[in-house]
């Protein structure tokens, strides 16, 4: 059975930083690629970016362009999303998603297995 589990989430002031981290189980990474995605109370799902089944094409979201990293392990167990300088609007729930078979990913994309979220709150 495929499962997406996250963890990293939590409290942040502006400017700072967290690392989210997504597990799977039940599929290796070589076969599918992984999208991060966000919703604030009130907004649509937003595509943050994602990594390709190759685990080098990458895929991001003008609005995090260059603040957010996204890489995976070696392993083909896990994908981590670095988000650094942290801003009031970056404040949502964060889930991981998988899409089977794709190299060149996007964040507009559509992805067939999902995980719950964890949540992220950047406030002072």
């Known amino acids: 059975q495929l499962q997406l589990v996250e963890s990293g989430g939590g409290l942040v002031q502006p400017g700072g930083s967290l690392r989210l981290s997504c597990a799977v189980y039940g599929f290796t990474l070589d076969n599918y690629a992984i999208g991060w995605f966000r919703q604030a109370p009130g907004k649509e799902r937003e595509g943050v970016s994602c990594?390709?089944?190759?685990?080098?094409?990458?895929d991001y979201a003008d609005s995090v362009r260059g603040r957010f990293t996204i890489s995976r392990d070696n392993a083909g167990t896990t994908v981590y999303l670095q988000m650094n300088s942290l801003k009031p609007e970056d404040t949502a729930v964060y889930s991981c998603a998988a899409d089977y078979g794709t190299f060149y990913c996007s964040t507009r994309g559509s992805y067939d297995y999902w995980g719950q979220g964890t949540q992220v709150a950047v406030s002072s």
């Open positions: 990594i390709g089944r190759s685990g080098v094409w990458t």
